[in-house]
């Protein structure tokens, strides 16, 4: 069962991966507007499918990724059952903040577009930073119990070799994939102005489903 929910969340993080680039592909003329930069010039020109095929796609990869975390858990469980049911606890928390904040973002550019219609550019502003600001405390809260507490965990078992994985998979985890996604973009914008930062910490979540696989073969 076990190596089963792992390709779940295997699966599930690529899904999210593509649910992510589906929101944040904006092209590379998109400019960061607004008093507080969180608007893009290119919302405009992007069609609200991509937004609400986002949010559908991430319905069901953000219970996926889950799965494959969970699965962990449960394999950690066998020699270290608070570790094990930490992790699983860490991810009912965390997917609830994933599938909040991903559905938010995605809200907000369908606010802005309807908003525009009157070539309102002041009401937008206030209105999406007016939202940003009820929402910040849980936004970053749950966006880094999300990041940080499974792969504190899963890191803690690789390392105190309660996961049957090489060490250096430590480095298959969220945390690393968007520290590289930003390193990317700052290296060679032209380049990786988007993918895949937009999407990296996605790709770090599936990583935990492979590590459960390689874990159980």
Same mark, same amino acid.
């Given at each position: 069962?076990?190596?089963?929910?792992?390709?779940?969340?295997? /699966?599930?993080?690529?899904?999210?991966? $593509?649910?992510?680039?589906?929101?944040?592909?904006?092209? #590379?003329?998109? #400019?960061?507007?607004?008093?507080?930069?969180?608007?893009?010039?290119?919302?405009?020109?992007?069609?609200?499918?991509?937004?609400?095929?986002?949010?559908?796609?991430?319905?069901?990869?953000?219970?996926?990724?889950?799965?494959?975390?969970?699965?962990?858990?449960?394999?950690?469980?066998?020699?270290?059952?608070?570790?094990?049911? /930490?992790?699983?606890?860490?991810?009912?928390?965390? %997917?609830?903040?994933?599938?909040?904040?991903?559905?938010?973002?995605?809200?907000?550019?369908?606010?802005?577009?309807? $908003?525009?219609?009157?070539?309102?550019?002041?009401? /937008?502003?206030?209105?999406?930073?007016?939202?940003?600001? %009820?929402?910040?405390?849980?936004? =970053? =809260?749950?966006?880094? $119990?999300?990041?940080?507490?499974?792969?504190?965990?899963?890191?803690? =078992? $690789?390392?105190?070799?309660?996961?049957? &994985?090489?060490?250096?998979?430590?480095?298959?985890?969220? &945390?690393?994939?968007?520290?590289?996604?930003?390193?990317?973009? /700052?290296?060679?914008?032209?380049?990786?102005?988007? &993918?895949?930062?937009?999407?990296?910490?996605?790709?770090?979540?599936?990583?935990?489903?492979?590590?459960?696989?390689?874990?159980?073969?």
């Amino acid at each position: 069962m076990n190596i089963i929910l792992s390709s779940i969340g295997l /699966a599930g993080g690529i899904l999210c991966a $593509i649910a992510d680039m589906l929101l944040d592909i904006k092209g #590379k003329d998109n #400019k960061k507007c607004g008093s507080k930069k969180i608007l893009d010039s290119n919302w405009e020109k992007m069609p609200n499918w991509r937004f609400v095929s986002s949010i559908i796609i991430a319905m069901f990869a953000v219970p996926m990724y889950s799965m494959g975390i969970i699965s962990l858990g449960n394999q950690i469980n066998i020699h270290n059952e608070t570790l094990g049911y /930490a992790l699983k606890l860490s991810i009912f928390i965390g %997917a609830i903040g994933g599938f909040f904040i991903h559905s938010f973002i995605c809200v907000i550019p369908i606010i802005y577009k309807e $908003i525009m219609k009157n070539n309102d550019f002041e009401l /937008a502003d206030r209105t999406i930073s007016q939202a940003f600001n %009820a929402v910040k405390v849980p936004f =970053a =809260a749950l966006y880094l $119990i999300l990041m940080l507490a499974p792969t504190g965990i899963v890191c803690y =078992a $690789i390392i105190m070799n309660l996961l049957n &994985v090489p060490i250096w998979f430590i480095f298959l985890n969220p &945390v690393v994939f968007q520290i590289i996604g930003w390193i990317l973009r /700052a290296i060679k914008k032209e380049w990786f102005s988007e &993918v895949p930062s937009i999407c990296a910490a996605s790709l770090g979540l599936a990583m935990f489903g492979l590590i459960g696989i390689i874990n159980l073969i």
